[in-house]
T-cell receptor, first 112, second 117 residues
Framework: GNSVTQMEGPVTLSEEAFLTINCTYT??????LFWYVQYPGEGLQLLLK?????DKGSNKGFEATYRKETTSFHLEKGSVQVSDSAVYFC???????????FGTGTSLTVIP | EAQVTQNPRYLITVTGKKLTVTCSQN?????MSWYRQDPGLGLRQIYY???????DKGDVPEGYKVSRKEKRNFPLILESPSPNQTSLYFC????????????????FGPGTRLTVT
């Protein structure tokens, strides 16, 4: 079956620190991979995506590379800001493009 | 403004009393989906719809019904709610679903917090 395993939080970092949030997946076929971000009291927003192996998704300084050999899609950012404080979800869609599977979410707090 | 709206945003009800949570999008999206978010479990997909009159089960469909009679609306129906359906519910839409369309972004509504006592 399909599933996503995400690093547990919460994560607390100082401003300008390096961020890594680990995500691994189990999937049949060739899924697409996503990172979504949820700010307090809001719905999820797409942060970045990758649709095939070795693709790198990037947005707002965040990056993640689709690694088929390690079934991973780790999220990284070189220098976090207070405004990056949110909950981050790793997700995959199955090859049908209709079914989506999310990780449990990782809460990030960035302190000045 | 392009958006997904959900109503109500907050709902407290009692076991067994039928309820409907509405979802509407103004982006002419074909694909819509419902999720529930629970602590420690992340988001789990309840039902999705590829287009009008085309719906299918997600991972956790038990106890829920949906319908898609118009492209813009995708209501979630709980015919006999139980306390284990207490959760935060999100509706989402995407331009299209189906093979070859996984690059399309899902747009999420603001959520509906449901409490069943």
């Amino acid at each position: 079956g399909n599933s996503v395993t995400q690093m547990e939080g919460p994560v607390t970092l100082s401003e300008e620190a390096f961020l890594t949030i680990n995500c691994t997946y189990t999937a049949t076929g060739y899924p697409s991979l996503f990172w979504y971000v949820q700010y307090p009291g809001e719905g999820l927003q797409l942060l970045l995506k990758a649709t095939k192996a070795d693709d790198k998704g990037s947005n707002k300084g965040f990056e993640a590379t689709y690694r088929k050999e390690t079934t991973s899609f780790h999220l990284e950012k070189g220098s976090v800001q207070v405004s990056d404080s949110a909950v981050y979800f790793c997700a995959l869609s199955d090859p049908t493009g209709n079914q989506f599977y999310f990780g449990t979410g990782t809460s990030l707090t960035v302190i000045p | 403004e392009a958006q997904v709206t959900q109503n109500p945003r907050y709902l407290i009800t009692v076991t067994g009393k039928k309820l409907t949570v509405t979802c509407s999008q103004n982006m002419n999206h074909e694909y819509m989906s419902w999720y529930r978010q629970d602590p420690g479990l992340g988001l789990r997909q309840i039902y999705y719809s590829m287009n009008v009159e085309a719906t299918d089960k997600g991972d956790v469909p038990e106890g829920y019904k949906v319908s898609r009679k118009e492209k813009r609306n995708f209501p979630l129906i709980l015919e006999s709610p139980s306390p284990n359906q207490t959760s935060l519910y999100f509706c989402a839409s995407s331009l299209r679903g189906g093979p070859g369309t996984t690059s399309y972004e899902q747009y999420f509504g603001p959520g509906t917090r449901l409490t069943v006592t």
